[in-house]
């Protein structure tokens, strides 16, 4: 194998940060192949990532904007979740009766579910947000921000676009809405097409739905501390669904300060993507136009930390999971079952150790394997009895 690359950075003498940025840039380009655009991190994928800081692989692809579902095609194991186009073509239309009239009826319920005790919106206002790039967009959002913030009216701004630093590299972020309150407070909404029966919902989607609003919550935050005096971002986000079974909107204040809490920690303790890029061989890449054979090396020469819940969450979650299986690793059984195990790390290791062929008597890990198979041998004693007079 090829020797990993030297580590281009600016702490080298006469390398400015701009220029070591710019290498880093470049490398990331040179991953994806010559002319692949790169594949824009969203807030869904960014609480995935933090769900599993461990995984070098899925850094290092989402950081340099590889298309992981062409990569997983290309692999042989495509991924089998993701929105119907039917569920698309709803949840736009839902969006779009929810934000009619200037967003009238979000601004109501905002009223009415985060701040009643404010004057009641009369006419919000809309700012545009249009503009060249994502770096010009968000410049456009952090600016209408700051205006609204000074003007203390109601304010709603339609898919701005935020950025939120992420391993290294800038992750463009677009929330379905903000709205900034009269006092100048700021709220996340997050409006989705799954229903909310009798004013409650499926927990598992709005505990998704949190998780990627305190991404957004995140970015607000960063956008927030440039100002002077900095204004508050709210930790209620505003859930915005359908009632009951009808098409009519209504909506919840989720509280996120603990998944806020648990993403922004998970964040910061991701590998930065030039730190993983510059271990890698040299002439690694991930193009599209490679053969699957030499897309596959490319795959395998980034570590992966594979889990059970990667197969929500990853298109390459069942390449992951056959070669994790191959190499018995007991991550595949679950983090947690991998947590209880301590340093053992292989299904061959855990039943060396039940066995008392391998491992550490005083490891509280053995211990629990040993006794656990000589219960089970005893409760099996009866049975093999019984057959064998038969």
């Given at each position: 194998?090829?020797?990993?690359?030297?580590?281009?950075?600016?702490?080298?003498?006469?390398?400015?940060?701009?220029?070591?940025?710019?290498?880093?840039?470049?490398?990331?380009?040179?991953?994806?192949?010559?002319?692949?655009?790169?594949?824009?991190?969203?807030?869904?994928?960014?609480?995935?990532?933090?769900?599993?800081?461990?995984?070098?692989?899925?850094?290092?692809?989402?950081?340099?904007?590889?298309?992981?579902?062409?990569?997983?095609?290309?692999?042989?194991?495509?991924?089998?979740?993701?929105?119907?186009?039917?569920?698309f073509?709803?949840?736009?239309?839902?969006?779009?009766?929810?934000?009619?009239?200037?967003?009238?009826?979000?601004?109501?319920?905002?009223?009415?579910?985060?701040?009643?005790?404010?004057?009641?919106?009369?006419?919000?206002?809309?700012?545009?947000?249009?503009a060249?790039?994502?770096?010009?967009?968000?410049?456009?959002?952090?600016?209408?921000?700051?205006?609204?913030?000074?003007?203390?009216?109601?304010?709603?701004?339609?898919?701005?676009?935020?950025?939120?630093?992420?391993?290294?590299s800038?992750?463009?972020?677009?929330?379905?809405?903000?709205?900034?309150?009269?006092?100048?407070?700021?709220?996340?909404?997050?409006i989705?097409?799954?229903?909310?029966?009798?004013?409650?919902?499926?927990?598992?989607?709005?505990?998704?739905?949190?998780r990627?609003?305190?991404?957004y919550?995140?970015?607000?935050?960063?956008?927030?501390?440039?100002?002077?005096?900095?204004?508050?971002?709210?930790?209620?986000?505003?859930?915005?669904?359908?009632?009951d079974?009808?098409?009519?909107?209504?909506?919840?204040?989720?509280?996120?300060?603990?998944?806020?809490?648990?993403?922004?920690?998970?964040?910061?303790?991701?590998?930065?993507?030039?730190?993983?890029?510059?271990?890698?061989?040299?002439?690694?890449?991930?193009?599209?136009?490679?053969?699957?054979?030499?897309?596959?090396?490319a795959?395998?020469?980034?570590?992966?930390?594979?889990?059970?819940?990667?197969l929500?969450?990853?298109?390459?979650?069942?390449?992951?999971?056959?070669?994790s299986?191959?190499?018995?690793?007991?991550?595949?059984?679950?983090?947690?079952?991998?947590?209880?195990?301590?340093?053992?790390?292989?299904?061959?290791?855990?039943?060396?150790?039940?066995?008392?062929?391998?491992?550490?008597?005083?490891?509280?890990?053995?211990?629990?394997?040993?006794?656990?198979?000589?219960?089970?041998?005893?409760?099996?004693?009866?049975?093999?009895?019984?057959?064998?007079?038969?």
């Amino acid at each position: 194998m090829p020797s990993p690359r030297t580590r281009e950075t600016a702490i080298q003498p006469g390398v400015s940060p701009a220029r070591a940025k710019s290498r880093a840039w470049g490398r990331l380009a040179e991953l994806r192949g010559p002319g692949v655009p790169a594949r824009a991190l969203d807030a869904r994928a960014l609480a995935a990532l933090a769900a599993n800081p461990g995984c070098g692989r899925r850094a290092i692809l989402d950081g340099a904007g590889v298309d992981k579902a062409a990569l997983a095609e290309a692999l042989g194991a495509p991924a089998v979740f993701g929105q119907s186009q039917f569920a698309f073509m709803r949840g736009n239309a839902f969006e779009a009766r929810v934000k009619t009239d200037g967003g009238a009826e979000l601004l109501r319920l905002a009223h009415t579910r985060l701040d009643p005790g404010a004057e009641p919106p009369r006419e919000g206002r809309v700012p545009d947000l249009s503009a060249v790039g994502p770096e010009g967009r968000t410049a456009r959002t952090a600016l209408a921000l700051r205006e609204a913030t000074q003007a203390g009216a109601w304010t709603l701004l339609d898919h701005p676009m935020l950025s939120l630093e992420v391993a290294g590299s800038p992750a463009y972020l677009e929330p379905d809405a903000v709205v900034v309150h009269p006092d100048g407070s700021w709220t996340v909404v997050e409006i989705k097409s799954f229903p909310m029966l009798d004013g409650s919902a499926d927990p598992a989607k709005v505990g998704a739905a949190a998780r990627q609003s305190a991404v957004y919550v995140l970015a607000l935050e960063d956008v927030a501390a440039r100002l002077d005096p900095v204004p508050r971002v709210r930790h209620r986000v505003l859930l915005v669904c359908p009632k009951d079974f009808s098409n009519l909107p209504t909506a919840s204040a989720v509280d996120v300060r603990k998944q806020r809490a648990v993403t922004a920690r998970q964040l910061t303790r991701l590998t930065r993507v030039e730190d993983i890029a510059d271990a890698l061989p040299e002439g690694v890449c991930f193009s599209p136009e490679l053969s699957s054979k030499e897309l596959r090396a490319a795959v395998e020469a980034v570590p992966a930390t594979y889990a059970p819940e990667c197969l929500a969450t990853c298109e390459l979650a069942f390449h992951c999971r056959t070669r994790s299986h191959a190499q018995g690793a007991v991550t595949a059984l679950g983090r947690s079952i991998r947590a209880d195990l301590g340093g053992l790390s292989t299904v061959e290791d855990v039943l060396a150790a039940a066995h008392g062929e391998a491992g550490d008597p005083d490891d509280p890990a053995v211990a629990a394997l040993r006794r656990a198979a000589a219960l089970r041998a005893e409760a099996l004693e009866p049975a093999g009895r019984e057959a064998a007079c038969r």
